[in-house]
């Protein structure tokens, strides 16, 4: 034992690292994200994941596309195409439509989150997709006009509107209630100004108002006012533990509310006050709003869009858009109706269950 623990010292001093016991993988599906490195690291343990998804889980670190199938009904994409997925994520639904085009034709990928957007170009890469088919672009889709100066107009665009499960899970990105960390929750933590910094600058009414318009939060008014009261007394909301706990005050004090309801009341006002931060944070009804006026100038003649929402007010947004100028002739046709996920989808992919698609042909 004295030689053993003379070994260790004499190791320290001449600066060799002691040996670290890895983060133990607890139980089958843990629940700390530092724990799951089974599904952090899919090429080693794709076993794993398979098990996970069977359980209608998105692994960590992973996003399960939407409605793929679908989309490529409604995009009918073929070799020698063009086309645009203006939100890459994960890139599921790009590598798909890659496979259509069967090595002719060209994507164009645009992505704000230059973390993610720089593993999934490594991903695609290793299935074969490399720049003569593929071309990644840090940049916002509200600029599709400044890339169709590059590219020319395109055949099909694909506009998947969700957060992607990768930032969800991650609890340095702050998008989430259910973890604690940084209240963050920026596309691209590398520019603009964080949730906590937003909030902080922000009055009553000003808070209010975003909570009405970005998630039609019941609680709006005594949210913001709890806010700015405990603001007043020097209480800072700096990570989403704390932003959960103040949202937590003011639905525990609601009447009306039967006890046993009472915590599922406080999921649904956590999941829409962190929804209408990261909307506020992000700009992102000024970016789907210039986007879809730009839209019909990134498309040829013919040529098919499908977006996918995740809120109402997304979706509103679309279905004014698409109406509206089909009402002008632009479109040739429009979907008169929303296409949801399958109940299957939904079973297997429970992020799929806010889902609606619409879609646009330009005439």
């Not at 973890?179 to 100004?193: A, E, S, V, W």
């Not at 006012?225 to 932003?243: M, N, P, S, V």
């Not at 499908?306 to 109402?312: I, N």
């Amino acid at each position: 034992m004295a030689e053993r623990n003379d070994a260790a010292h004499q190791n320290h001093e001449d600066g060799q690292k002691e040996h670290t016991r890895r983060v133990r993988y607890k139980g089958a599906y843990p629940k700390k994200y530092e724990e799951k490195y089974k599904e952090l690291n899919p090429d080693k343990y794709a076993g794993t994941l398979e098990h996970v998804k069977e359980k209608g889980i998105t692994p960590a670190g992973t996003h399960i596309p939407i409605m793929v199938n679908e989309i490529l009904d409604v995009l009918q994409i073929r070799p020698g195409m063009t086309g645009m997925d203006a939100t890459l994520g994960y890139g599921g639904h790009t590598s798909r439509m890659l496979e259509k085009l069967e090595q002719q034709g060209h994507i164009y990928a645009t992505d704000v989150d230059p973390i993610e957007s720089a593993k999934t170009r490594q991903r695609l890469e290793k299935l074969g997709y490399g720049e003569e088919i593929l071309s990644i672009h840090l940049m916002n889709f509200a600029q599709i006009d400044e890339l169709v100066k590059e590219t020319g107009p395109f055949d099909f665009i694909l506009a998947d509107l969700g957060v992607s499960s990768m930032q969800i899970d991650n609890p340095e990105r702050g998008f989430s209630y259910k973890t604690d960390g940084p209240l963050d929750l920026r596309m691209n933590p590398l520019k603009g100004m964080s949730a906590a910094g937003r909030l902080a600058e922000m009055d009553e009414e000003e808070i209010t108002g975003m909570l009405i318009d970005n998630a039609d939060e019941p609680y709006a008014q005594e949210i913001a006012r709890q806010l700015c009261q405990d603001r007043k007394r020097g209480r800072k909301i700096e990570t989403t533990t704390q932003l959960r706990e103040e949202v937590e005050k003011v639905v525990l004090k609601v009447k009306g509310i039967k006890n046993e309801e009472r915590a599922e009341a406080v999921k649904k006002s956590c999941a829409r006050v962190f929804q209408a931060l990261r909307i506020d944070v992000n700009q992102e009804y000024e970016v789907l709003y210039a986007f879809l006026e730009k839209l019909p100038g990134a498309l040829k003649k013919g040529g098919r869009v499908a977006v996918l929402t995740f809120h109402s007010g997304e979706d509103r947004l679309v279905k004014k858009s698409f109406r509206e100028l089909y009402q002008e002739g632009v479109y040739s046709e429009i979907a008169q109706e929303v296409t949801r996920p399958s109940p299957q989808e939904c079973v297997q992919n429970s992020r799929a269950r806010s889902t609606k698609l619409r879609w646009a042909i330009k005439g």
